[in-house]
């Protein structure tokens, strides 16, 4: 089995894991690359969501190897056998304990901020990391869970090793893997995308599970809290027929949208784009709902001229937005689009349409001068982002600007390069293009939706 990405590989987890969605559960991520898949699983489950803090112990001059892993709660996995064959002496590991464990507590604070962590006594845990490779953070996890009074440790990634379960069964009571191949290599084989995942997404969305609906879990301070919005009212994979093709799309639509954003992703991307994703998510806490679509079959992007054909981009972003229309759950819903790098120019371009009624428009990173002449037509309030290190595309939305006749404004991140990889970039996009979106699909008079 290989998976989309992070969040794609959540989705399958959870699916694994609906007869826990009744117990006293809670959901833990394993930090960095474990927490969005955990957030996803905690979503479908209605479950809280914290992190288990655990740090591998490298082997000195050859630290991708681990002889162990240390963890919250005094938690503590050494493999005496790498320890033995590396030669490493007990202050070497004593040097390299120390520091990781300095990590556990500097990462704790940083992803949790100043919430206290979600109470596990009594209760069910399932640990969700994105994949197990020798098992010593996972084994970590389970003792920091069960020092903390976990009644009941499940174990649950998308891939692992065969063997796997057998193996951590002595730590969890149950462990569940989707997927055990017998070539395993690494966990990223089995993922299209394995961007690194930072610690500013896994303080988001930390952020974003404790600032839900409150459910007491206790008595006193104890409180353990559920996710940011209730469960869509549809969340699923689509098909859009676009003249002869149907367009894949990611359909998300949060109980009392105030609108909905359709992604029109750049060159070389597509709707399972952890960037586009990522601001998507946020969106959907608004709450506003998001298409993601490819506006190009795989067949199609092999020619690379369609990539920068903004006629037929904008033609095929015309054809979703006609549907969504007519959709349940988005029929009257108030329209926007979101643009990135060359799906901006499609953006405006189909903005121009006289016929297209699109709200409003962000473009982050975007090539606004593929729409050309129509710059002038587009009637939309724009919102254009821009890198403040992305000098190029900043004088061609400058000089784009110039040319739109509807409301619209710069907005320059400060050090930030064309993808915003930097730290907090995104957070600045989500936030812009969140407010951007909400004052003016809100705005679209009650008639018309």
Known sequence: MRFADRVDAGRHLARALTSYASRNVVVVGLPRGGVPVAFEVARALGAPLD???????GVPFQPEVGMGAVGESGARVINADVVRLAEVSDQELAEIERR???????????FRGDRPPVPLAGRTVIIVDDGIATGSTARAACQVARARGAVEVILAVPVGPRGVEQ???PDADTVICLSSP?????????????TQTSDEQVAELLRRAAHGPAAEMGSGSERSLTLVADPPGRDEEVQVRAGQVLLAGHLTVPDRSLGIVVFAHGSGSSRHSPRNRY?????????LGTALFDLLTVEEEADRSNVFDTELLAGRLLDVTSWLHHQPGTEGLPVGYFGASTGAGAA??????????VAAIVSRGG???LAGPRLGLVRAPTLLIVGGRDDVVIDLNRAAQMRLRCPNRLSIVPG????????GALDDIARLAGSWFAAHLAQVPARTR
């Not at 405006?348 to 297209?356: E, I, Q």
């Open 51 to 57: 992190v288990i803090v655990v740090r591998k112990l």
């Open 100 to 110: 990781e464990r300095a990590e556990v507590q500097r990462r704790a604070e940083r």
């Open 167 to 169: 193996r951590l069964r």
């Open 182 to 194: 017998d070539e395993f290599y690494a966990v990223g084989q089995f993922y299209a995308d394995f």
């Open 279 to 287: 601001v998507a998510s946020a969106l959907n806490a608004a709450p």
């Open 348 to 357: 405006l371009w189909a903005a121009a349409d006289p016929d297209n009624d």
């Open 367 to 369: 090539r606004p001068d």
């Open 416 to 423: 930030a390069t064309h993808l915003f990889e930097e730290p």
